[in-house]
């Protein structure tokens, strides 16, 4: 990450971007040292709220500027600056047109089109001189204003994406709560097997509420593959699947199969089975499985 | 010349050329120096004509900040030799030439320049003057704290600080 400015040594990591921020009004200015400007230039690049804030900056700059009392230069100097600017060599400043061949002629100078742009010039000082520094410090405003908007509408699509994953959670827990909460919960205690054999597990089964899955080191899973949950009534009838965290634990909370009573289940076991669905029907070996009590 | 362009960039320099000569002469102090930022601002002005882009500021904009730019290259660039700095040194008042202020050459309108002064004079002195230190005379953060014996934090919060009120009170 690149160096926050205002540091020193600029070896110290930036502590947030605060840092930043408080940086743009000197950047603005030109007051940062040499390595600073540097490292906050490169960190514009990057940074939409940076740019917005130093834009912001920029009708201060000019009114300081342009309320400097006039002076008036010397006489001489409106036809020496006059003299100086048309006189110097005029870069080339047709876009799009192909770099001239080796020992190709030099296009002839384009003088129509100096002038057109310099109408569109004296056309826009001739707006400028009605609207005054005031529209113009508008304008940085309104643009300013157009950042913070689509950030803060970015910000609002990220807060509406976390209270979805929250309502997905809140489901979750409240499904589980209220298997654990049956009347008729049945637990069932799952160990691993084979390469499983890390690996253990808990099954909460309600004939009312369905079934909740609980498991710890759960070894990874291969690519473009899910656990499959079965309750054997005794035929192995899937509840459903789930996929590990990285950690190798898993919840999740499952309807109970359909025509599928907990008086007829005598097992639970997991199989490895291809995503998303899984199998109908278990894919050998077994990795958990636990009997019910009765 | 002939094809009325250069007609174009006179009446630029009869509209703005006084400021850009008091800004530079507030920032270089030495009348050569001033003289020449001039001539750079109108030459680069000319040269970029066509890159002017009308969505980011206003002519007045672009120039003086073209101007302010340039006058601080060169002020840093006399600074960088001290040898050869004979003329009025950065801060120290400015005489005004023959001919005194020229008001009706000022960009802004009497009461929008006024709006402007006031609310740099309306800073704390301790904000305002590191301001100008930076504005007027090109000095870092880290060479006002030098120059003032500041500790380096609190040059740039209240450089910072007067910015911002700055910005309240330009911006609409």
């Keep these: 990450m690149t160096p926050a400015p205002g540091f020193g040594t600029g070896d110290v990591p930036p502590r947030d971007h605060e840092e930043w921020r408080a940086a743009a009004a000197a950047y603005a200015l030109d007051a940062l040292d040499a390595a600073d400007r540097k490292a906050f230039a490169s960190h514009l690049e990057t940074c939409v709220e940076c740019r917005a804030l130093v834009a912001s900056y920029a009708p201060v700059l000019a009114n300081l500027g342009l309320a400097t009392e006039p002076l008036r230069p010397p006489e001489s100097l409106r036809a020496r600056t006059l003299a100086r600017a048309v006189n110097q060599p005029r870069p080339s400043t047709v876009t799009g047109r192909p770099p001239l061949e080796a020992g190709a002629k030099s296009p002839a100078p384009q003088p129509a089109r100096q002038t057109a742009s310099w109408w569109l010039l004296a056309a826009s000082l001739m707006a400028a001189a009605g609207l005054g520094i005031y529209a113009w410090s508008l304008r940085q405003q309104v643009g300013v204003l157009r950042t913070i908007v689509s950030q803060a509408s970015a910000e609002v699509q990220a807060v509406r994406a976390e209270l979805a994953n929250v309502r997905r959670e809140s489901t979750r827990l409240g499904s589980a709560v209220n298997v654990l909460s049956a009347a008729d919960l049945r637990r069932v205690d799952l160990t691993g097997q084979a390469q499983a054999s890390a690996a253990s597990a808990r099954a909460f089964v309600s004939q009312s509420h369905g079934l909740m899955f609980s498991a710890e080191h759960l070894p990874a899973l291969a690519a473009g593959h899910v656990y499959q949950v079965w309750v054997l009534a005794p035929t192995p009838m899937s509840a459903g699947v789930v996929t590990p965290a990285p950690d190798g634990t898993a919840t999740a909370t499952m309807p109970m199969p359909n025509d599928v009573t907990v008086a007829a289940i005598t097992a639970v076991a997991v199989t490895e089975e291809p995503s998303p669905q899984g199998s109908l029907s278990p894919t050998m070996p077994i990795l958990l499985v636990g009997n019910i009590g009765r | ?172």
Excluded: C
Excluded at chain 2, 61 to 74: K, P, S
Excluded at chain 2, 75 to 103: H, I, K, Q, S, T
Excluded at chain 2, 131 to 139: D, R
């Design chain 2, 1 to 172: 010349m002939a094809d009325g362009s250069s007609d174009a960039l006179g009446r630029l320099y009869d509209r703005y050329g006084a400021t850009v000569y008091a800004l530079a002469r507030r920032i270089v102090s030495r009348l050569e120096d001033a003289e020449e930022v001039v001539q750079d601002v109108f030459a680069q002005v000319w040269r970029q004509a066509d890159q002017y882009r009308t969505d980011r500021a206003t002519v007045a904009g672009w120039i003086i900040m073209l101007a302010r730019t340039r006058a601080i290259d060169r002020l840093r660039a006399r600074r960088a030799r001290p040898d050869e700095d004979r003329g009025v040194e950065p801060g120290e008042a400015v005489p005004v030439p023959a001919g005194g202020p020229n008001p009706e050459q000022s960009v802004l309108s009497a009461d929008d320049a006024k709006r402007v002064r006031q609310a740099l004079a309306s800073l704390p002195d301790n904000q305002r003057s590191l301001l100008e230190f930076a504005y007027y005379e090109g000095l870092t953060h880290t060479e006002i704290a030098t120059k003032t014996g500041m500790p380096l934090g609190t040059v740039k919060t209240r450089i910072r600080a007067g910015m911002d009120t700055l910005r309240g009170a330009l911006t609409p």
